[in-house]
């Protein structure tokens, strides 16, 4: 089996409740602009800040994980799609606890973070908990609506600004499934017939 060294591994964490065209549009960017060899998605298992950030009731995780994998699956030339993976971390999903799991198991890649501007300015929160974070690296994408304060990022961060701000957000699709409108320019074809025929975030 051929590995290739020192292969540039970005972990995508998130809820993904639901996973929408932004996540993909991120992902599908870091790997056509050369910045990683492959973006694996990393979905929530048990939220660690689950009260702080009302993320309470999320989707069953593996209702979540049938979505991502039905989003990075579409493209069927082999092209980004191969270079995108769910990655499971069953655990409660501390992102230093993330990034040291798959750097254990997969010795052989070196492992950084994405995350959108708007966790800028709770990064000191998430550094009091694990200082260590400061060896990895993280790629931060823009997103519309959140002011970038180029005194927040950190030693260990790359600020995307070349890529397009992301406006599309998982609370919006919820929004707009509830209010009964169309979310067919939010998410994949794929993500919207699961969330047809589960009758997700109806009510």
Not at 12 to 41: C, Q, R, T
Not at 84 to 92: G, I, S, T
Not at 122 to 130: S, T
Not at 177 to 187: D, H, P, T
Request: with cysteine.
């Amino acid at each position: 089996m051929n590995i290739q060294k020192n292969k540039q591994i970005a972990i995508f964490g998130g809820a993904f409740d639901p996973p929408h065209l932004g996540h993909k549009f991120v992902a599908d960017s870091l790997i056509n602009s050369n910045i990683v060899d492959e973006v694996w998605f990393a979905p929530v298992f048990k939220h660690p800040w689950a009260d702080r950030y009302d993320k309470r009731k999320l989707v069953d995780y593996d209702l979540r994980v049938e979505m991502l994998e039905a989003m990075i699956g579409e493209e069927a030339d082999g092209g980004g799609s191969a270079k995108q993976k769910v990655a499971h971390f069953k655990d409660v999903s501390f992102t230093y606890d993330t990034l040291i799991y798959f750097q254990k198991k997969h010795p052989e890649y070196t492992f950084s973070w994405v995350m959108g501007s708007e966790y800028l300015g709770r990064f000191d929160d998430f550094l009091a908990g694990h200082p260590k974070l400061l060896d990895f690296h993280f790629y931060i994408y823009p997103r519309a609506g959140c002011d970038f304060d180029q005194n927040l990022l950190k030693e260990n961060m790359t600020f995307l600004e070349d890529m397009e701000e992301i406006e599309v957000s998982s609370t919006e699709v919820k929004q707009r499934i509830k209010s009964g409108l169309s979310i067919e320019s939010l998410v994949s074809e794929e993500v919207e017939e699961i969330i047809k025929e589960n009758r997700l975030f109806v009510k």
